[in-house]
Nanobody, 123 residues
């Protein structure tokens, strides 16, 4: 069993930065990926970024356009999402997910989810 706890959301202005954290506890398999998804009001949950727990590779949604960076703190079992140049369109609840998905960009493929953290970007 894996538990995920997100933090770091908040209300910011367009152009600002935020760093989200996702701390994992429990058994993290080396084949797992840790990913960030987001869900805006009235929209489906969408993939943002993923980080390979064992191979340390990162992949991003094309929509991020290089503004976000995913990274890992090995000592604390924490994955970060550094978000720069935030836009009002980035407003959403951001979720951390973990698992060994057959398709890392599909939210249906994950076993473990955090509770989500709200990010609101004002114009």
């Amino acid at each position: 069993q894996v538990q995920l706890v997100e933090s770091g959301g908040g209300l910011v202005q367009a152009g600002d930065s935020l760093r989200l954290s996702c701390t994992a506890s429990g058994r993290i398999d080396r084949y797992f990926v840790m990913s960030w998804f987001r869900q805006a009001p009235g929209k489906e949950r969408e993939f943002v970024a993923t980080y390979g727990w064992g191979d340390h590779n990162a992949w991003y949604s094309d929509d991020i356009s290089g503004r976000f960076t995913i990274s890992r703190d090995n000592a604390n079992n924490t994955v970060y999402l550094q978000m720069n140049s935030l836009e009002p369109e980035d407003t959403a609840i951001y979720y951390c997910a973990a698992g060994d998905p057959n398709k890392f960009s599909s939210s249906d493929a994950y076993d473990y989810w955090g509770q989500g953290t709200q990010v609101t970007v004002s114009s």
